[in-house]
T-cell receptor, first 113, second 112 residues
Framework: EADIYQTPRYLVIGTGKKITLECSQT?????MYWYQQDPGMELHLIHY???????EKGDLSSESTVSRIRTEHFPLTLESARPSHTSQYLC????????????FGPGTRLTVL | DAKTTQPTSMDCAEGRAANLPCNHS???????VYWYRQIHSQGPQYIIH???NNETNEMASLIITEDRKSSTLILPHATLRDTAVYYC?????????????FGKGTHLIIQP
């Protein structure tokens, strides 16, 4: 079972609020990822990181930002939430030693009113 | 990542083998075939991957054609808990931190 955690699991918040979605893993993986998935739709990569102090934008443009100060943490922040940010956000990590298999967290379901 | 083509949905009776096809006709020599599944409202779960030889693990078997242009994921004895969306993904296993490119996948429904 993957040791990757996301909090909160569910979040309902008003427009304009600043939010941070937490993601942590205890596997020591250097590579971490954030995906966004609307209900019934495909997952899209929005951010990834090669390791500490590395952050890159993914295939889908996102107004969110990420940071990687520690190997185990990869938080995602929205400075001013809007209804268009309503979605599920999935965090993952991987390691070359396991053929780059990606381990996913349970996701955070965000609703912005 | 090379593009893959999968059926939108499939049904399978509980206890029978579920065979999920995937076409990846533009796969290149250094690209692997990965399979993930996503049970409703959960994060995707890795199932299996292979390069050119058939592979088997405790969850499934992966059969890759000799020309590598298509593959089949086999769940030998499907249970109701196998109902999920199954994604076939082609990617280079070697390098970079690039994420996975998920298509629409196949919605497999196991019927009791």
């Amino acid at each position: 079972e993957a040791d990757i955690y996301q909090t909160p699991r569910y979040l309902v918040i008003g427009t304009g609020k600043k939010i941070t979605l937490e993601c942590s893993q205890t596997m020591g993986h250097d590579k971490m990822y954030w995906y966004q998935q609307d209900p019934g739709m495909e997952l899209h990569l929005i951010h990834y990181s090669y390791g500490v102090n590395s952050t890159e934008k993914g295939d889908l443009s996102s107004e969110s930002t990420v940071s990687r100060i520690r190997t185990e943490h990869f938080p995602l922040t929205l400075e001013s939430a809007r209804p268009s940010h309503t979605s599920q956000y999935l965090c993952a990590s991987s390691d070359p030693g396991t053929n780059n298999e990606q381990f996913f967290g349970p996701g955070t379901r965000l609703t912005v009113l | 990542d090379a593009k893959t083509t999968q059926p939108t949905s499939m049904d399978c009776a509980e206890g029978r083998a579920a065979n999920l096809p995937c076409n990846h006709s533009t796969i290149s020599g250094n690209e692997y075939v990965y399979w993930y599944r996503q049970i409703h409202s959960q994060g995707p779960q890795y199932i299996i991957h292979g390069l050119k030889n058939n592979e088997t693990n405790e969850m499934a078997s992966l059969i890759i054609t000799e020309d590598r242009k298509s593959s089949t994921l086999i769940l030998p004895h499907a249970t109701l808990r196998d109902t999920a969306v199954y994604y076939c993904i082609v990617r280079d296993s070697g390098g970079g931190a690039d994420g996975l490119t998920f298509g629409k996948g196949t919605h497999l429904i196991i019927q009791p």
